[in-house]
């Protein structure tokens, strides 16, 4: 069974600092991963995406993430945070291609000035 | 355009009560899923729909159904609620209904039982 951990429920940066939230997942067949990003009071919004292909993947807003299978994670990173990066991001993986989606519990990032 | 619409916003029930949680995909979008998101926690996946026909269930009761209309609209039924039912209920649709597509979320449903 798939299943995804997030290490660090809440992380605390200065803005203008790395951004690095941690992705751990188990999986029984070659997944895909993915990253979103919740604001208060709003519905989930996709950063990236990883399928097949290029391991390292840009996404929206300045993230990226790079997929390790051997290390099983999928770190997303941002170079520079930003006051409007303050949001929970959640890790989903699915071992099929359809939309059938295992979340993490979440990491709340908060960006100080 | 508009994005998924999930109608209404806040409900509060009692224990024993039913709910219909309804769903307004975004134009052109033939699947929808629903995730129960609980305070504190990750979305969990409930159902997927795809050209009105059930493709995946979680691991929920049979308390829990759903359907899908010919217009790809769709409503979440839940039935005798129980005070762990509390969540905010999550709709999100997609052209198709594999992850060569993108999956759009509602702001959701949140749903108080009391």
């Known amino acids: 069974a798939q299943s995804v951990t997030q290490l660090g429920s809440h992380v605390s940066v200065s803005e203008g600092a790395l951004v690095l939230l941690r992705c751990n997942y188990s999986?029984?067949?070659?997944?895909?991963l993915f990253w979103y990003v919740q604001y208060p009071n709003q519905g989930l919004q996709l950063l990236l995406k990883?399928?097949?292909?290029?391991?390292l993947v840009k996404g929206i807003n300045g993230f990226e993430a790079e997929f390790k299978k051997s290390e099983t994670s999928f770190h997303l990173t941002k170079p520079s945070a930003h006051m409007s990066d303050a949001a929970e991001y959640f890790c989903?993986?699915?071992?099929?291609?359809?939309?059938?989606?295992?979340f993490g519990k979440g990491t709340l990032l908060t960006v100080n000035p | 355009d508009a994005g998924v619409t999930q109608s209404p916003t806040h409900l509060i029930k009692t224990r024993g009560q039913h709910v219909t949680l309804r769903c307004s995909p975004i134009?052109?979008?033939?699947?929808v899923s629903w995730y129960q998101q609980v305070l504190g926690q990750g979305p969990q996946f409930i159902f997927q729909?795809?050209?009105?026909?059930?493709?995946g269930r979680g691991n929920f009761p049979d308390r829990f159904s759903a359907r899908q209309f010919p217009n790809y609209s769709s409503e979440l039924n839940v039935n005798a609620l129980l005070l762990g039912d509390s969540a905010l209920y999550l709709c999100?649709?997609?052209?198709?209904?594999?992850?060569?597509?993108?999956?759009?979320f509602g702001s959701g449903t949140q749903l108080s039982v009391l």
């Open positions: 999100a649709s997609s052209r198709g209904m594999t992850t060569n597509e993108k999956l759009f």
């Open positions: 999986s029984s067949v070659p997944p895909y």
């Open positions: 990883y399928t097949t292909g290029a391991t």
């Open positions: 989903a993986v699915s071992e099929s291609s359809n939309y059938k989606l295992t």
């Open positions: 134009s052109g979008h033939k699947s």
């Open positions: 729909y795809y050209e009105k026909e059930e493709r």
